[in-house]
Each structure stands twice: as C-alpha cells, then as structure tokens.
C-alpha cells in the first residue's frame, strides 16, 4: 500500500480514524502491518501491500 494514501482511508464499519502498526515497509510502501480503528477497535491487515478492509 502506497504511503500517500493511507491519509485517505477510514474504517469501513464505523468510519473512525485508522491508526497505522507497520511491520515491514520500503520506501514508499507499507508491505506488512496492521490497521486499527481509534472509535470502535477493529482491526484490519496488510498483506503483501494490500489492506484487508474487511
């Protein structure tokens, strides 16, 4: 995923804010890691570069 458009998302289920755990990253990219939303605590993964948003 893109490190410019992370600003751009929110949670699919409450449309909280997404906080950012990054677990491996380059330079313009988060590859592994996690979102969670700061209202209602769900979590979502990043895998290979692509947010579950599920």
Do not use: N
């Amino acid at each position: 995923m893109k490190k410019k458009y992370i600003d751009l998302l929110c949670c699919p289920y409450c449309h909280g804010e997404l906080e950012l755990e990054v677990k491996k990253e380059d330079d313009e990219e988060i590859l592994e890691g996690k979102f969670i939303c700061k209202k209602c605590r769900k979590e979502y993964e990043i895998k290979d570069g692509i947010p579950i948003l599920m």
